[in-house]
């Protein structure tokens, strides 16, 4: 069962510096968008290399019928971020969780502005001076799927060679219904910090890496 999304637009711009933005041909307007991998394809081939989203990504709301929204612009911000798009987002933590939900959330970009705990200003500090591209992501190989894990300072490395764990993300990816999910696949998914749950909803943390920081020396 995957509910209806509902609407998310963001403004795009051409270029990630504050002052090209407002040379004329900059601005790319306001785009809606459906928060799934091609939709963040499509931005890139458009020529969207700074985007800004239109509403705070709230983990603290008890609005069952807002958490849909949550998801989808949690797992735009984490598409946006493989491609190496500038996100400008606000982020509200959980004030249960607040203190160790950053730091679960530290692989995407770090937000403009995040509320919800003590020591915001340290904390968003701390997460945009260690923050770097491929902190945590997955990849799909012949009979595999590998997550690899560097948000808490070494490197932890997943390999699942079943293939109930690569159907268990494709579910996840786009936010799903917790009960969508195997309970088992599920549990051990969030033991590692792997899936956020918002609500009823469960979404996929890791991101693929499509746009790397530099080309490769070999093949």
Do not use: N
């Not at 933005?21 to 968008?33: E, F, K």
């Not at 919800?116 to 200003?121: S, V």
């Amino acid at each position: 069962m995957t509910a209806t999304a509902p609407s998310v637009t963001v403004r795009a711009w051409r270029d990630l510096d504050p002052q090209a933005r407002d040379l004329p041909g900059m601005s790319l307007g306001t785009i809606p968008v459906t928060p799934r991998a091609p939709q963040v394809d499509q931005l890139w081939d458009l020529g969207v290399r700074h985007a800004e989203l239109d509403a705070v990504v709230d983990l603290s709301s008890d609005d069952a019928a807002a958490h849909r929204g949550v998801v989808d612009r949690l797992c735009l911000v984490r598409d946006l971020t493989a491609r190496a798009v500038s996100v400008d987002w606000d982020l509200r933590l959980s004030p249960q969780e607040s203190t160790h939900q950053w730091k679960v959330l530290s692989h995407l970009q770090p937000p403009r502005t995040l509320t919800g705990l003590d020591g915001a200003e340290e904390a968003l500090h701390a997460w945009r001076t260690r923050h770097y591209l491929c902190k945590l992501v997955w990849r799909q190989g012949p009979g595999f799927v590998q997550i690899r894990d560097r948000r808490w300072g070494d490197l932890r490395r997943f390999t699942a060679e079943e293939p109930r764990y690569s159907e268990a993300i494709a579910l996840l990816s786009p936010g799903t219904h917790h009960s969508d999910v195997p309970a088992d696949v599920l549990e051990e998914f969030t033991a590692e910090h792997l899936v956020l749950r918002v609500g009823d909803l469960a979404c996929w943390l890791p991101y693929r890496v499509s746009r790397w920081l530099q080309e490769a020396m070999a093949v």
